[in-house]
């Protein structure tokens, strides 16, 4: 790979760091604002999307985000084929890889749909879930459906249980580099906040996911939105809900941080 287009992907790639993080944030703040009954709505990310549009200039400021999510999306797809993580091609680092495609995905998707918005002027939602809810109801539809959409939520709630042991034990510091010692600290409690705040709400919409096939419901179902609904309807609904909520603009906060001082690098 030359060197010009090393130079771009690894722009892409900082930038994109940067729109998950503005996104993240976002969610984070409409969230904790609803919990606290100040306004705001339990958002997904397609929501926060939404919200720029509405925000000054904010044609061009989610013509940017777009842009930057389509960036991260390239690199999580350079991570995956060009293997810069070093995962390897055993078991473990195929599985690893692959997760980075299905992140590419993600983010490929959430850049669509902010395409979109620009475009429509309109909202794209989509409506509290209902995009896992059609999911779970055409795989139920099918022969195995049921144990396909367990499947699904398992590996959710597996991806759920790494980033808590990520916000447990910190490990994602080692991605970072030359970060100044007198804000250390606070970075890295910001980052163990979002990977926490991160961890339940993947772990929630697992569950959810499992239920729905359990019962054979797809209305059980559901993504973002859904696993906040699911934390305010718990006792302390409101309370957990805005140290989620918090967390998550922490995780937000510690994409800057990736964006500027990680080793972001094509071999």
């Known amino acids: 790979m030359n060197q010009q287009r ?22 984070g703040a409409l969230t904790a604002m609803a919990a606290f009954g100040i306004g705001g709505k339990k958002a997904s990310s397609s929501d926060a999307l939404t919200q720029v549009k509405d925000f000054p200039a904010g044609g061009l400021l989610l013509s940017i985000l777009a842009v930057g999510l389509v960036g991260y999306s390239i690199w999580r797809f350079v991570q995956a084929i060009k293997d810069t993580e070093h995962k390897g091609t055993n078991a473990k680092g195929i599985g690893k890889r692959l997760a980075y495609a299905f992140s590419g995905v993600i983010y490929g998707s959430l850049a669509f749909a902010a395409f979109k918005i620009l475009s429509s002027g309109g909202n794209n939602s989509g409506g509290g879930g209902s995009k896992e809810k059609d999911l779970v109801s055409g795989l139920l539809d099918q022969p195995f459906g049921k144990w396909l959409v367990i499947i699904i939520g398992l590996i959710t709630i597996g991806n759920g249980i790494r980033q808590l042991i990520k916000g ?28 926490t705040a991160r961890g339940i709400v993947f772990s929630i919409i697992g569950f959810l996911f499992v239920r729905a096939a359990w019962l054979q419901n797809p209305q059980e179902a559901g993504g973002t939105q859904s696993a906040f609904s699911f934390l305010q309807t718990s006792p302390f609904g409101n309370v957990l809900l805005a140290v989620v909520a ?20 094509i071999n």
């Open 6 to 27: 090393k130079h771009w992907i690894e722009s892409f790639a900082k930038a994109g760091y940067i729109a998950k993080g503005f996104v993240y944030i976002l969610v």
């Open 168 to 195: 447990t034990t910190a490990s994602f510091m080692k991605d970072v580099r030359g970060l100044p010692r007198d804000r250390f600290d606070v970075l890295k409690r910001a980052g163990q906040a979002g990977f």
């Open 246 to 265: 918090l967390g998550l603009i922490g995780y937000g906060v510690f994409m800057f941080v990736q964006a500027k001082y990680s080793d972001i690098s």
